[in-house]
């Protein structure tokens, strides 16, 4: 099989710096974008203990002229892109009522409409060519309305409806689309995604739970490595599917979150007992999140 060229967004960290590497290390000519250079450190001597290379590009997804001057530089260098991974994104936490407008601007200008950025900036060529793959890495909460992480959760809803679109859109092109939906991973965006509003304090039980869903998955959080492997295979397989949920709790929660009817989900919501909910939650979702 012949080199492939691969963009990573994001690459820097987390999932982004797994996969980049992971594609790499199986044959891949990968380009890590990255807001600043002075960000590569650790995944450059990551990428140096991997005995791979990743070609640095400076881009910021949330910002118009970055991505187009980013893309044009890649495009100087490789004419040819063979997979977009759209990795890069942002948390944000706050239930509805205190989540200012602004902070859905901010988190759905860089979760929703920095990806839609990117794929404007490799479909001419790839529809030209008939070929070519777009990975969305999206959430667990693209699919299930996670409590207290109202603009995350709406971006990332947002995201899989995009890609839904874009698939059926690019279907006559041979151009393949993907959505891969991880659970917790061992990532620094949990580490960074500690901020809640709590500005009236009515939902103090709200910012609670979640705080311990993600205290219960980062005790068991998957290496993020397992993502690139599970995007190299959306890429490469020959049974190719829309979505590959993975990592701790996205099987399980979005497998049982389909069967589940919404007086169930809503009914959850209403327990008043921090104990009560988290059995709940255990036995509607089979993941468990109690302390």
Known sequence: MSEQT?????????????????????????????????????????ADEAGVSIEWIELDIADDDSVTNGFARIHELSPVIDVLVNNAGVGGNAVIEECPPSL????????????????????????????????????????????AQAPYVASKWALEAMSEGLAQELAPWNIRVAIVEPGITKSAIFAKNVDAPNSSGAYDAHYRRLFQFYAAGMAQATDPFE???????????????????????????????????????????????????????????????AP
Request: with cysteine; charged share 20%; proline share 3%.
């Open 227 to 289: 993502v690139g492997a599970v995007v190299l295979d959306a890429i490469r397989t020959d049974s190719p599917k829309l979505r590959y949920p993975v990592s701790w709790g996205g099987p399980e929660i979005l497998s049982r979150r389909e069967t589940m009817n919404d007086a169930d989900w809503v009914g959850l919501g209403a327990l008043e007992n921090d104990a009560d909910y988290y059995a709940e939650f255990e036995r509607m979702f089979g993941v468990r999140i």
């Open 104 to 147: 859905y601007h901010e988190v759905m200008n860089i979760n929703l409409c920095g990806a839609v950025r990117c794929v404007q900036a490799v479909l001419p060529r790839m529809r030209e060519r008939s070929a070519g793959t777009i990975v969305n890495v999206s959430s667990v909460v693209g699919r299930f309305a996670a409590l």
């Open 6 to 46: 691969a963009v990573v967004t994001g690459a820097n960290s987390g999932i982004g710096r797994a996969t980049a590497i992971h594609l790499a290390a199986n044959g891949f000519r990968v380009f890590g974008t990255v807001r600043g250079l002075n960000k590569t450190t650790k995944a450059q001597q990551m």
